[in-house]
């Protein structure tokens, strides 16, 4: 058997370790609790096995001598004992023994070493990210709920109110009005004559399972000095039957405030140009081109009528207040980032076992 290529082993001092470890990339701070250092350099990476025994025995020899006698007798030279105050570090071509009763923070740093590897410092950066975006998703869910009860409130009581004059709240030309998204599920008042020739559908409807379309009005409203329009959505009636004609002379309406519509994420969308007899989205700004004075913030959901609309027309249903699913979907994404860290955490111990 080849005898190993290992050098005698030389006890160094704090400012000679740090010179002869730099080579091999060990930080110099960590030498800052030990009391003393071991070197012993190897030709052949295969001889670290011999080398560390033999550092590691260097080391332990040097800390008995330095004990006096009532110390030796007070600690069992056992091998759990000294790996306390001696640690090896095991590099391609040298064996570092440190002395020091801090000697384990150093053994620390080499067992967990390996979470500086590229590899491991990318799956760092994911579980982190991962983590991050889970949490920030939970607290968004969060403030959805929280938003859905404000707004159940002001719905309730906005749909629960007596109604208002709605030509008050519009307010003259050049006065005070309210804020269209003030007036939003208010229950209103107003008489006026429906202009029946610029009727129209909202296709696409649906209420309590069944499919159909609302019926759209123009309401030209009585004692109005500029002549205001205000479109009025009729009801709901089912896909097979035919719309009726509005009630003709004046009218007096009980009617739901809702704002303009938008075209939702992959909805089709209406024509920019021509005259409409169906739309998607109740847009107002769009129907204003076809219809005269039409104003564009708001239209009306009929509640009562006097006269009456055609039976077939049913009444547009209440807003459903249901705080949904949000909260729900706090606890999933919190509970999500856990297991990720909990993930890292089984990984990394997975690790440490296997070696």
């Given at each position: 058997?080849?005898?190993?290529?290992i050098?005698?082993p030389?006890?160094?001092?704090?400012?000679s370790?740090?010179?002869?470890l730099?080579p091999?990339r060990?930080?110099?701070?960590?030498?800052t609790h030990?009391?003393?250092?071991?070197?012993?350099?190897?030709?052949?990476p295969?001889?670290?096995?011999?080398?560390?025994?033999?550092a590691t025995?260097?080391a332990?020899v040097l800390?008995r001598?330095?004990?006096?006698?009532t110390?030796?007798?007070?600690k069992a030279q056992?091998?759990s004992?000294?790996?306390?105050?001696?640690v090896?570090l095991v590099?391609d071509r040298?064996i570092v023994?440190?002395i020091?009763?801090d000697?384990?923070r150093?053994?620390d740093?080499v067992k967990?070493?390996f979470?500086?590897?590229?590899?491991?410092?990318?799956?760092?950066?994911t579980v982190?990210a991962?983590?991050t975006?889970?949490?920030n998703l939970?607290?968004w869910?969060?403030?959805r709920y929280?938003e859905?009860?404000?707004f159940?409130?002001?719905?309730s009581a906005?749909?629960?109110a007596?109604?208002?004059?709605?030509?008050?709240l519009?307010g003259?030309?050049?006065?005070?009005k309210a804020k269209a998204?003030?007036?939003?599920w208010?229950?209103?008042s107003v008489?006026?004559?429906?202009?029946d020739k610029q009727s129209?559908?909202?296709?696409?409807?649906?209420?309590?399972?069944?499919?159909?379309?609302?019926p759209?009005t123009?309401?030209?409203i009585?004692g109005d000095?500029?002549k205001?329009?205000?479109?009025?959505?009729?009801?709901?009636?089912s896909q097979k039957?035919d719309?009726p004609?509005a009630?003709?002379?004046?009218?007096k309406?009980i009617?739901?405030?809702?704002l303009?519509?938008?075209?939702?994420?992959?909805e089709l969308?209406d024509p920019a140009?021509g005259?409409?007899d169906?739309?998607?989205?109740?847009?107002?700004p769009?129907?204003?081109?076809?219809?005269e004075n039409?104003n564009?913030?708001i239209y009306?959901?009929v509640?009562d009528?006097?006269?009456?609309?055609s039976s077939?027309i049913?009444?547009?249903?209440?807003?459903?207040?249901?705080?949904g699913?949000?909260?729900?979907?706090?606890?999933?994404?919190?509970i999500f980032s856990?297991?990720v860290a909990?993930?890292w955490v089984?990984?990394v111990?997975?690790k440490?076992k296997?070696?």
């Amino acid at each position: 058997m080849a005898t190993p290529s290992i050098a005698q082993p030389k006890l160094l001092d704090r400012k000679s370790a740090a010179a002869a470890l730099l080579p091999e990339r060990i930080v110099s701070s960590r030498l800052t609790h030990c009391s003393a250092v071991v070197h012993c350099s190897v030709v052949k990476p295969s001889d670290c096995k011999s080398a560390f025994w033999c550092a590691t025995i260097f080391a332990s020899v040097l800390m008995r001598r330095s004990m006096n006698a009532t110390q030796r007798a007070q600690k069992a030279q056992s091998p759990s004992q000294i790996k306390k105050s001696v640690v090896c570090l095991v590099t391609d071509r040298t064996i570092v023994a440190l002395i020091g009763q801090d000697a384990h923070r150093y053994d620390d740093f080499v067992k967990y070493r390996f979470l500086l590897r590229p590899s491991w410092i990318a799956l760092h950066v994911t579980v982190v990210a991962a983590i991050t975006l889970m949490f920030n998703l939970g607290l968004w869910q969060y403030n959805r709920y929280h938003e859905r009860i404000d707004f159940n409130e002001i719905v309730s009581a906005r749909i629960n109110a007596q109604p208002k004059n709605l030509t008050e709240l519009l307010g003259e030309p050049g006065g005070d009005k309210a804020k269209a998204s003030d007036l939003e599920w208010l229950n209103v008042s107003v008489s006026g004559t429906y202009l029946d020739k610029q009727s129209l559908l909202a296709v696409n409807r649906s209420q309590e399972g069944i499919s159909g379309v609302d019926p759209l009005t123009p309401l030209l409203i009585d004692g109005d000095s500029t002549k205001q329009v205000v479109l009025v959505n009729r009801g709901f009636i089912s896909q097979k039957t035919d719309s009726p004609k509005a009630p003709t002379g004046t009218v007096k309406i009980i009617a739901r405030v809702r704002l303009s519509e938008s075209r939702r994420f992959g909805e089709l969308s209406d024509p920019a140009t021509g005259v409409l007899d169906e739309i998607i989205n109740i847009d107002l700004p769009r129907l204003s081109k076809q219809i005269e004075n039409l104003n564009t913030e708001i239209y009306l959901e009929v509640l009562d009528s006097q006269p009456q609309d055609s039976s077939v027309i049913a009444r547009i249903a209440d807003p459903v207040l249901s705080t949904g699913s949000h909260l729900s979907y706090t606890a999933q994404w919190f509970i999500f980032s856990v297991f990720v860290a909990a993930g890292w955490v089984v990984v990394v111990r997975r690790k440490l076992k296997s070696g």
